[in-house]
């Protein structure tokens, strides 16, 4: 179950019509990013109305047009919501499960204000089944007291699991204690070693740590009032998690801010643990600027997830706009870290810096004026987003500025990697085959590359590049006369052909030639011919 387009229109809360357009193959996790009051959880609350038409997540229900309608209209309805899933309208695949009788597990939501600083049950009571959600925030804005009902919904399942095994109480205990402790222990030293006892006036979780002192052979045990408040968030947020497992598994699971009173490095392990935790046909959708879950998705989860960037200026409130998501390079994680760290941005250094040729002086604010770098960091700044192209110049600045950039930074950053990306043209313009391109590598240091084609032009002008520009932009790419053109896209001078090849893919208007290259880089995809030589060029040595 995947969402992949969402449009909230007619003034849905701060925005005037936003879209949301994932693709034909939204990912698993979808990441909300980008300034308080940007409108990330206002998204949360769209999804919510909308699924509120059928049934009200929680015991408050849905608020009113004034909450939902920016300008207040009375007539405002869930109609102003359209989500789009993979397998259908919102509509289609809400009748489909409930044709299943599972409509309302079809939306999970956490709310960020999740109250949980108490925990003590006194007496025993009937609950609902939890398939049936009926407990717990409705919108980003509700209180979501979840940890007594869940409390209780543990303790449901301990004495399903006691009956229906026939085992001792110990066993019981240690069966459900067991499966929720892999999850907390991955995040915090901390173990849950009872579920208590309701009867005996002790109806709550008890824990103990590793440096706690030893009672019996025993570690001391504590009970869940005294954790801390980040322990407090972990563990409602898991213990939620793990009770869901079985009936909410084919559910868009909301988690508006669940990083709150939580350190950075508990963060990013608890993402990786939400993530284990939710089904495999689910869908996560969270709203953060947290640092460590903004690491775990550059890191561990960067194929799993989608990045909806919220940037700063941009006029939701009076204009309509479509946010599609970010392409994960190094500089829109810089952008991304900026609006959630400001000014500890430095953080995100890069792993591998390539120096190529191009010009050496950066433009304003430090902005790339090279061509080849800036085209090198479109063409892999998704896949190979911790390493930054710089241009260094011309040939020989190129090897007297790497030297060094290694003696300085590599003393700095130890497992910093430099690379020096050269033209095959390394002999002044003179011709060179693949043979001196070989000999060349045989003889300088292993941190030197030098590409297989003449120039990088000889990779913008492939024919793959060009037809899928053509294709995006909706011109003819005129192959009969490419063909005659291009005879030897490896060792041809294409350079001087750029006029050339605009009109071949049907381009009358003028266009600056070097504008017109960088955004070829752009259509050069991962699944080409072409990108995956340049990648094994730059990256393999080869």
């Given at each position: ?88 309208s919102f509509q ?267 010009r050496d002086r ?144 049907g381009i009358t ?34």
């Amino acid at each position: 179950m995947r969402i992949k387009k969402i449009e909230l229109k007619n003034g849905y809360k701060r925005f005037h019509h936003l879209t949301i357009d994932l693709g034909v193959n939204p990912k698993r996790i979808v990441a909300l990013v980008g300034p308080n009051g940007c409108g990330k959880s206002s998204v949360l609350d769209g999804i919510l109305f909308r699924n509120g038409a059928h049934e009200a997540i929680g015991e408050k229900g849905n608020k009113d047009y004034k909450y939902h309608s920016m300008h207040k209209a009375p007539n405002f309805d869930y109609q102003n919501i359209v989500i789009d899933f993979v397998e259908g309208s919102f509509q289609d695949v809400w009748n489909a499960r409930y044709g299943e009788g599972k409509h309302k597990t079809l939306i999970s939501f956490r709310s960020p204000y999740r109250y949980n600083s108490n925990l003590n049950v006194t007496e025993s009571r009937a609950i609902t089944e939890i398939r049936l959600n009926t407990y717990g925030a409705s919108l980003s804005s509700d209180l979501d007291d979840k940890m007594e009902q869940n409390y209780r919904r543990l303790n449901v399942k301990y004495n399903k699991y006691l009956n229906a095994q026939d085992c001792k109480p110990s066993e019981a205990k240690q069966k459900i204690i067991g499966d929720l402790n892999k999850a907390i222990q991955n995040c915090l030293d901390l173990s849950v070693t009872s579920i208590g006892n309701i009867e005996a006036s002790q109806g709550t979780l008890y824990f103990s740590k590793s440096d706690h002192p030893q009672e019996s052979d025993h570690p001391q045990e504590f009970e869940f009032n005294v954790l801390s408040s980040g322990e407090k968030e972990v563990v409602d947020l898991l213990l939620d998690l793990y009770l869901r497992k079985d009936d909410f598994d084919n559910t868009i699971f909301l988690i508006d801010e669940p990083e709150l009173h939580i350190n950075t490095s508990i963060q990013k392990k608890l993402l990786l643990e939400i993530n284990k935790l939710v089904g495999d046909n689910c869908q996560i959708w969270v709203a953060t600027h947290s640092i460590g879950f903004l690491r775990a998705l550059q890191d561990e989860l960067k194929n799993e997830c989608q990045i909806v960037h919220f940037p700063a200026g941009v006029n939701l409130a009076s204009t309509p706009q479509t946010i599609t998501p970010a392409v994960k390079s190094r500089s829109k994680w810089l952008e991304i870290f900026e609006t959630a760290l400001d000014d500890l941005t430095g953080l995100v250094s890069p792993k591998r810096i390539v120096y190529c040729e191009g010009r050496d002086r950066p433009g304003a604010h430090g902005q790339e004026r090279g061509l080849d770098a800036k085209v090198f960091n479109n063409i892999f700044g998704d896949k190979y987003h911790d390493t930054l192209f710089i241009s260094s110049g011309g040939n020989t600045e190129l090897d007297q500025r790497s030297e060094i950039a290694i003696a300085i930074l590599t003393k700095v950053f130890s497992e910093i990697e430099i690379l020096v990306l050269k033209d095959r043209d390394i002999s002044s313009g003179k011709e060179n085959s693949e043979q001196d391109r070989q000999v060349y590598l045989q003889n300088n240091p292993q941190n030197h590359r030098v590409i297989k084609r003449w120039e990088i032009e000889n990779y913008l002008y492939d024919k793959e590049v060009l037809a899928n520009y053509c294709s995006a932009i909706g011109t003819t790419f005129n192959e009969p006369e490419y063909d005659q053109l291009v005879t030897d896209i490896v060792n041809q001078n294409i350079k001087d052909k750029t006029g050339r090849v605009k009109s071949i893919c049907g381009i009358t208007t003028s266009i600056n030639p070097e504008t017109f290259k960088s955004t070829l880089s752009k259509y050069m995809k991962e699944d080409m011919t072409v990108y995956s030589e340049l990648e094994r060029c730059i990256f393999d040595r080869a």
